[in-house]
């Protein structure tokens, strides 16, 4: 049901023609989903989730209707793309990270999902997702690994730029020809501490490309939700403070 959401624990047992039956296995959590407690289409009006990282000096990642790729968002009008135009390719040897507003994570069965097509020189460019905990230094990023799977264990542009191996996306979503939209699914039941002040979190998109060939669009990400969490919602108190004696605003305070 659409209203559903929170954990169901399985427990297995093996039954045989006689019949034996083992020991029941030890127990394993999934997740039950209904609608994201934050979701976006990144169309005018709807929540900003993303935002470039303001420290970069420039940035490839666009908001905007793509023409590149399966030409268009995956629903509506908008999505975010490295290269939205089909006149445009990638930089070569850079690397370009598109982050989300902070989240509280609240549950164990917490859960990233969005869709996105990819188109990269295979094996040598690509892109990763990870989190930054709020509070940690600011270039200290956790990869996050989906439930898909990445296409490769160690990605070259990757080391070439950081002097890492890392897994990430890379070649093309969905086929040799053309790619295609795919549904991607990533597990934040780690950052999950059961603490009434809960881990925040920031999801980071991080591209990485070669400096050699660059024929390629990239990637375009749409239609993002995140369950088990709540956005970072900032505000402020007006008023005045008064003296319980006499009533009085309190000058200065």
Known sequence: PDDLEGALVYYVTAVDEVPNESMASGGFIAGVYGDPAVGTGFEEGDWEALFVDPEQEMTIWELAEPTAGPEGAHTDTLCWSTTPD?????????SDILMSEPFAITSITANLTYWHWYDYEQDWDGYAVFAHVVGAPEDELIQLMPLEGYDIEDLWAFETLFGINIPAFTGMSGGDVDPVWEQVNFPLSQFYTGDMDPTMIQIAF????DEYVT??????IDDLGIYGTYPHIVGSIEGTVSSMEAGDPIEGV
Do not use: E, I, K, P
């Open 215 to 220: 024929n390629n669009f990239g990637l375009a």
């Open 86 to 94: 089909t006149n445009d390719y990638l930089y070569t040897f850079y």
């Open 206 to 209: 991080v591209h990485a490309s």
